[in-house]
């Protein structure tokens, strides 16, 4: 039997969105996640962040330095008794048109094959319209958070939101 997920996005939904976060130091978390994260995982559902990182593309970080940055982020969630499955993350430029990038779904999909989850019992928390476009694609119930960049978007919105 396939198993449901939550997707998670990182910037703006676990931790406070930092433009292009380079540094671990800059991680923060954004209040009530850790125990939103205990609370998910005490009904033992799958918890999988999927985060588009195009500052590696960029030149502004290094995928080793990603790496840091996630450890950190690990650690700190492990820290307050909490658990991640995986952190799945895009290091390409839009320009690239690649098909893990948020919107598409390109991390889902590898996520849906890695983990056997069924994508459309799963949920997919974010605090953008990509978020919601990339859950609604796979056929995940989308959850909007709100933040910054919820809060300015223009109407109208998508009729599934
Ligand atoms: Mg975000």
Redesign the pocket.
């Known amino acids: 039997m396939l198993n449901k997920a939550v997707f998670v ?5 676990i931790v406070k ?1 930092v433009v292009y976060c380079s540094n671990p130091d800059d991680l923060d978390f954004l209040p009530t996640v850790l125990d939103g994260i205990k609370l998910l995982n005490s009904v033992g559902i799958r918890l999988i962040v999927v985060t588009n990182q195009s500052g590696v593309a960029r030149g502004i970080f290094t995928e080793e330095t990603l790496g840091k940055i996630h450890k950190k982020m690990l650690a700190g969630i492990i820290s307050q008794g909490g658990q991640v499955d995986a952190i799945y993350y895009c290091p390409h430029h839009p320009d690239e048109k690649c098909h893990c990038r948020k919107p598409n779904i390109g991390m889902l999909e590898q996520a849906a094959q890695d983990w056997g989850l069924d994508l459309k019992s799963s949920y997919f928390i ?3 319209f990509l ?1 919601m476009e990339a859950a609604n694609k796979a056929g995940c119930k989308a959850i909007l958070v709100p ?1 910054e ?1 919820s809060r300015n978007w223009r109407y109208p919105r998508p009729h599934w939101i």
Not at 9 to 13: C, Y
Request: net charge negative; proline share 0%; aromatic share 0%.
């Open positions: 996005d990182r910037d703006g939904t969105d974010g605090d953008k978020d933040s960049s």
